[in-house]
């Protein structure tokens, strides 16, 4: 199973991104989905999980009305919309499959994880 994120990139304050993250290899679609995210010197935090039929999400509290996880299973694709993002939402930000149903907010629920993509929010 292999997970590539993209979608990365510098945004300023109050800015949006969309971060994407394709399954590809022995990936079931319906595998339950989640994003993390690690700022330099700390450890990787949970940012967002979606169950395996999109229907039921989990989000940190601090990007709880900002932040959006929804998935495709027909592409087999997870996406976060990231909203009014702020400086401290800079960090490398993985995605991450696991099995079972979830949503799991725990990263040892996955299985499988991407390479990261890094999403820096600076004027």
């Known amino acids: 199973v292999q997970l590539q994120a993209s979608g990365g990139g510098l945004v300023q304050p109050g800015g949006s991104l969309r971060l994407s993250c394709a399954a590809s290899g022995r990936a079931n679609p319906n595998y339950p989905k989640g994003w993390f995210r690690q700022a330099p010197g700390k450890d990787r935090d949970f940012v967002a999980a979606i169950n395996w039929n999109g229907r039921s999400t989990n989000y940190a509290d601090s990007v709880k009305g900002r932040f959006t996880i929804s998935r495709d299973n027909a592409r087999n694709t997870v996406t976060l919309q990231m909203n009014s993002l702020k400086p401290e939402d800079t960090a490398v930000y993985y995605c991450?499959?696991?099995?079972?149903?979830?949503?799991?907010?725990?990263?040892?629920?996955?299985?499988?994880w991407g390479q990261g993509t890094q999403v820096t929010v600076s004027s």
């Open positions: 991450a499959a696991g099995t079972g149903r979830g949503p799991f907010v725990t990263s040892s629920h996955y299985d499988y």
